[in-house]
């Protein structure tokens, strides 16, 4: 075996870079930002985001400019001409840059994807897009598909040749690493193994990639020697996993004839599984289906797509009833553009007489482009329906006036509310609560922002989903809670410092230290007993009616009602404490033999539907004789 030289790995590096400069320098920019992210450690701060927004518009913008040069070689572009397509991805690439928020949303997630997908399946085909070459083409062989699926053999190759060579130089570098650490007490930070892989998948691979990437693009009219081992795999492995794969499919559709039982939602990740497996078994043998002796493949072939028919149409039920009760997600929005495609490809290689595999890779292709953008795009398409869905409940109970939000407060029943706190959640979180403003006379940003608490913005969907519900007079329950467990809790506290003198001017005593803490769900009545000299005062706090009694005496008593203050607790991030202003929780008043002045330092409670309930308070009480 002869192994390559330095100079000669040195000139095949160079000539990588020479064939894909930009394509190189977007994947160093992408890597060298995610180090920066890793060491900077924000988390999913608005910063850090930004810095993965960097990664992302380079990383489609290094697909893109693989794509484009491919095209460039294929059609012989001039070299200005190639230049400026070139020129234009990175233009591309900075304004999807411009365009992203620099807050986290799911659907910018969902919209990176479907362009990666997209982008890869171009690199795919777009060498191979246009006329078939008629000249010296024999019956049922395709030159262009001959020269397409040895292509896409060679960058299958690489990826795998990639991914072998990038696991044995990190775990050497790692293993190289530990050994200095260990043997000369270095201190190597952890962070440095990060960087080390990302420096190795980000960079290396893609430079190892390209210099691999296939420069020939012919279409032979015979693809030459078979790889022996891919046809073992297929013909013995693939093939009969999926026989047996249709046979249970196969059952449940019977079963599901036979009980009438609708079939059950995951049966469409099984179909899609198949389908996909199929396809790619197919697409691996589909170079020997006309020589002698693998004539079985084009048989195989057709069977395949007829089968498929059955399989779609319980593919189309279990996505249907999950459509028809909960609306369109993103994500059945893709199980239903899948079995689209799968129904449209089937079709088409079981009627059409000119059969190409390029026209998967193509289809997938402009399928995942269509479905990032537009009014019939995934996103817009979930939205509106789970927008309608909303706007539905909520006119059940005439909640909307006019489609905007009426703010009375009604009975809503626990299913509704459950049904109602799940679409708001989802669209809040898979789309953002500005999705939600059309049915607001409110400005949400305002009051998302203003809320008590407005640091958590856009990062606790479940908390600004509460706060838009609350809004509705809709009170908030997951879809596994009982009437019992709909409960919120609340946490306040005074703003001042814990070192501030306590003012006594006008009173006689002072109690330090008023304190209750009750479990709800045992008991509502809790008392205490201090001394007042020589008085004795019981004080009794009663948390199911928020009222506290003070009997000084024997004679006299003083009913101190804590509504006001509880009431007056904005709604908060139950899991963070709302710093209230002094004015705001103290009482003071008097009846003829005494007077008081409590002061609350703490609270907190819980919210069973709009009414909120004390569960512990601490403070200090001032007591004055007449």
Not at 528 to 541: A, D, E, F, K, N
Request: net charge positive; with cysteine.
């Amino acid at each position: 075996m002869k192994f390559p030289s330095i100079r000669s790995v040195f000139k095949s590096l160079a000539r990588a870079f020479l064939r894909f400069p930009l394509a190189i320098l977007l994947a160093i920019t992408a890597t060298a930002f995610s180090i920066v992210s890793v060491h900077l450690s924000l988390g999913r701060s608005d910063a850090d985001l930004r810095i993965w927004n960097i990664v992302a518009a380079a990383y489609l913008g290094m697909l893109l400019s693989i794509a484009l040069t491919v095209l460039a070689e294929k059609r012989q572009f001039r070299p200005a001409i190639a230049a400026a397509l070139q020129g234009g991805v990175l233009l591309l690439a900075v304004a999807y840059y411009f365009s992203l928020p620099a807050h986290y949303t799911s659907q910018v997630l969902t919209r990176f994807i479907l362009l990666a997908l997209a982008l890869h399946w171009l690199i795919a085909c777009i060498g191979y897009i246009g006329r078939q070459r008629p000249a010296g083409q024999e019956q049922g062989i395709s030159p262009q598909d001959n020269g397409f699926w040895v292509y896409n053999k060679q960058l299958f190759l690489r990826i795998l040749t990639g991914f072998l060579y990038n696991g044995v130089l990190y775990l050497g570098l790692v293993i190289a690493l530990s050994a200095i650490e260990h043997l000369f007490h270095a201190d190597i930070d952890e962070k440095t193994y990060i960087d080390l892989w990302l420096v190795i998948a980000g960079v290396f691979n893609t430079v190892f990639f390209l210099a691999g990437f296939p420069d020939q693009y012919d279409s032979p009219r015979q693809i030459g020697e078979y790889p022996k081992g891919l046809k073992i795999f297929t013909q013995f492995v693939l093939l009969p996993i999926l026989t047996i794969y249709l046979l249970i499919l196969y059952a449940y559709g019977i079963r599901i004839a036979v009980t009438a039982a609708w079939p059950y939602g995951w049966v469409s990740y099984m179909v899609l599984c198949f389908s996909v497996a199929g396809i790619l078994a197919i697409l691996l043998v589909w170079p020997l289906r006309n020589e002698d002796g693998n004539k079985w493949i084009s048989g195989y072939s057709r069977f395949f797509y007829f089968a498929l028919f059955p399989l779609i149409v319980l593919l189309g039920f279990a996505i249907w009833k999950r459509v028809a009760a909960y609306g369109v997600t993103e994500q059945r929005y893709f199980v239903l553009l899948l079995a689209a495609w799968l129904l449209l490809t089937a079709l088409y290689f079981l009627v059409s007489k000119k059969k190409t595999i390029r026209l998967i890779p193509l289809s997938l292709c402009v399928a995942a482009f269509l479905s990032a953008f537009g009014p019939w795009g995934a996103e817009s398409v979930a939205l509106h329906s789970q927008r309608s869905r909303l706007k539905t409940m909520l006119e059940k109970y005439q909640l909307l006036t006019d489609g905007k939000i009426t703010g009375k407060s009604v009975h809503v029943a626990l299913a509704d509310r459950q049904e109602i706190s799940d679409i708001a959640e989802y669209i809040v979180s898979m789309h953002g609560y500005g999705a939600l403003q059309p049915l607001f006379n409110k400005d949400l940003d305002t009051l998302v922002q203003k809320s008590p608490g407005s640091a958590y913005t856009g990062r606790d969907d479940r908390y600004v989903t509460r706060l838009l519900l609350k809004e509705m007079e809709v009170p908030f329950a997951n879809s596994y809670e009982t009437e019992e467990d709909l409960v919120e809790n609340f946490y306040a506290d005074i703003q001042r410092d814990a070192n501030d003198a306590i003012d006594t001017k006008g009173y006689d005593y002072l109690v330090p230290n008023i304190y209750f803490s009750h479990d709800l769900h045992q008991t509502t009545v809790d008392s205490s007993r201090y001394q007042l000299g020589r008085h004795q005062l019981l004080v009794v706090m009663d948390t199911a009616a928020n009222r506290m009694h003070l009997f000084p005496d024997r004679d006299s008593s003083l009913l101190v009602d804590l509504s006001a203050i509880v009431d007056g607790i904005p709604p908060h991030n139950e899991q963070q404490t709302v710093h209230m202003p002094g004015d705001k929780m103290f009482l003071e008043t008097a009846n003829t033999q005494w007077g008081y002045c409590l002061v609350i330092t703490r609270c907190d409670g819980e919210v069973h539907g709009n009414k909120k309930r004390l569960r512990g308070l601490s403070g200090y009480l001032l007591m004055k004789k007449k």
